[in-house]
Nanobody
Framework: QVQLVESGGGSVQAGGSLRLSCAAS????????MGWFRQAPGKEREGVAA????????YYADSVKGRFTISQDNAKTTLYLQMNSLKPEDTAMYYC?????????????????WGQGTQVTVSS
């Protein structure tokens, strides 16, 4: 049984940093993509960053390029999202997700497994 558990969210001022973590269990080594998504109130869930777990290729939404970095530990059991230069518009619930198969890495469609989310709030 796959479980994804996020941690590391919180409240920061604009310009600050946070590091999100996602602990994966249950055949985590076999995921094709792992990614971070976010959803603000009244908005659709959007892809923020993703990583191809085999080739370690990374993908980022334009809105976070140069500010966020996705990474994974060597055991492929923990996913990270380092978020720097945070802006108020980054405020959202952040979700960790995992996909067994390929597809568009920043689309929700390939992802079958989701964590419960961790709240990130950035004040101006």
């Amino acid at each position: 049984q796959v479980q994804l558990v996020e941690s590391g969210g919180g409240s920061v001022q604009a310009g600050g940093s946070l590091r999100l973590s996602c602990a994966a269990s249950g055949y985590a080594y076999s995921f094709y993509f792992m990614g971070w998504f976010r959803q603000a109130p009244g908005k659709e869930r959007e892809g923020v960053a993703a990583i191809n777990t085999g080739f370690r290729e990374t993908y980022y939404a334009d809105s976070v390029k140069g500010r966020f970095t996705i990474s994974q530990d060597n055991a492929k059991t923990t996913l990270y999202l380092q978020m720097n230069s945070l802006k108020p518009e980054d405020t959202a619930m952040y979700y960790c997700a995992a996909a067994r198969w390929g597809g568009q890495p920043l689309s929700t469609r390939p992802y079958s497994y989701w964590g419960q989310g961790t709240q990130v709030t950035v004040s101006s």
